[in-house]
């Protein structure tokens, strides 16, 4: 089945530095990706959506200087905690799909096993 | 808005079945998901309805009204391993995204 590929799995960081975290789909292609966040014991919610060769788009109250998204190729979109603090402490998860959009499956999400950031 | 509700909290024995409920609001409506999350772990795809009725896969049935905008997911015979969060998620219509309910933590007990 559909493998997405998170890394790193965890990282602590200093407050103020920046911190890259990789999303891989490793036997399909992913022309959208979506990234999560989540905090304990609460339930995901959704950062914003990656796409391939264009500008990610940003739920609301969601600063997209601060998370910054690229998505160059196919099997790769990264979600860069730029100048971080200690409440972007979180669990970040990213998902893809790999079913056509046009299916019904289509949002049938393969989630990455996320990455826990924890800011000193 | 967007709006989707579950019950916080559960408790079952094991062998038992117990129904998760979920209602949702949503602006629109393409499909509604049920997925199992244990602690500290990705969430896996359990089951999809788009249209009324029961879905069934093995030990996990879900169901779905389109009209009450409500739908359960139902476990049988339950084991120990089913212990986890379970999160019921929404596409609203138009919307390339899945919205997701806050979740029910189920902790089974011998």
């Known amino acids: 089945g559909a493998v997405v590929s998170q890394h790193p799995s965890w990282v602590i960081c200093k407050s103020g530095t920046s911190v890259k975290i990789e999303c891989r789909s490793l036997?399909?292609?992913?022309?959208?990706m979506f990234w999560y966040r989540q905090f304990p014991k609460q339930s995901l919610m959704l950062m914003a959506t990656?796409?391939?060769?264009?500008?990610?788009?940003?739920e609301q109250g969601v600063e997209k200087d601060k998370f910054l998204i690229n998505h160059a190729s196919l099997t790769l979109s990264t979600l860069t905690v730029t100048s971080a603090h200690p409440e972007d402490s979180s669990f970040y998860i990213c998902?893809?799909?790999?079913?056509?959009?046009?299916?019904?499956?289509?949002?049938?999400?393969?989630f990455g096993a996320g990455s826990r950031l924890t800011v000193l | 808005g967007q709006n989707i509700d579950q019950p916080t909290e559960m408790t079952a024995t094991e062998g038992a079945i117990v129904q998760i409920n979920c209602t949702y609001q949503?602006?629109?409506?393409?499909?509604l998901f049920w997925y199992q999350q244990h602690a500290g772990e990705a969430p896996t795809f359990l089951s999809y309805?788009?249209?009324?009725g029961l879905e069934e896969k093995g030990r996990f049935s879900s169901f779905l009204s389109r009209s009450k905008g409500y739908s359960y997911l139902l476990l049988k015979e339950l084991q120990m391993k089913d212990s986890a969060s379970y999160l019921c998620?929404?596409?609203?219509?138009?919307?390339?995204?899945?919205?997701f309910g806050a979740g029910t933590r189920l902790a089974v007990h011998p």
């Open positions: 949503t602006s629109g409506f393409n499909g």
């Open positions: 990656s796409n391939e060769g264009s500008k990610a788009t940003y």
């Open positions: 998902s893809a799909r790999d079913q056509p959009s046009h299916t019904l499956l289509a949002n049938v999400l393969t």
């Open positions: 036997d399909f292609q992913a022309t959208t």
């Open positions: 309805n788009v249209l009324d």
């Open positions: 998620a929404v596409r609203p219509g138009g919307y390339n995204k899945l919205i």
